[in-house]
């Protein structure tokens, strides 16, 4: 059974990387498997010379902001991100500086 997921989507020539996809199975939460999976992609991140997470979010923005990542605007996505960004969804974006 999968009880935890991540996704590291990157833009090197924006030097970021999109993590995308972060879930924890409801029975296994609160046992820092979401943490090691934030370590996991921020070395992958680093390994791949990026030097900005980002994540876009309509929960958890809390878990997020207690780890280092801070709120930003649509244009301060990669340009393609922005053009595939969903206005309804309201999704709030949150950046992390990982260099
Ligand atoms: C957010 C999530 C990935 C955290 O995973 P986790 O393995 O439970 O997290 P950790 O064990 O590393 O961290 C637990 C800490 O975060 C806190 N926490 C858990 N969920 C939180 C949330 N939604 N908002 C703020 N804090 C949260 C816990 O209270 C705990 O705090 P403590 O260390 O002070 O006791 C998990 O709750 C989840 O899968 N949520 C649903 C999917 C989701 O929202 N994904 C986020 C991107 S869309």
Redesign the pocket.
């Known amino acids: 059974m999968i009880i935890?997921c991540?996704a590291l989507y990157d833009y090197i020539e924006e030097k970021s990387g999109e993590?995308?996809?972060?879930?924890?199975?409801?029975d296994?939460?609160?046992?820092?498997?979401?943490?090691?999976?934030?370590k996991h992609i921020t070395l992958q991140a680093k390994n791949l010379n990026l030097e900005k997470l980002f994540?876009?979010?309509?929960?958890?923005?809390?878990?997020?902001?207690?780890r280092g990542f801070f709120p930003v605007k649509v244009d301060m996505l990669t340009i393609k991100k922005q053009a595939l960004y969903n206005y309804q969804r309201c999704?709030k974006i949150l950046i992390l500086n990982i260099n």
């Open positions: 935890a991540v993590m995308a996809c972060l879930a924890v199975h409801p296994y939460r609160n046992l820092s498997r979401g943490e090691k999976l934030l994540i876009l979010t309509t929960r958890s923005t809390h878990w997020f902001l207690e999704s």
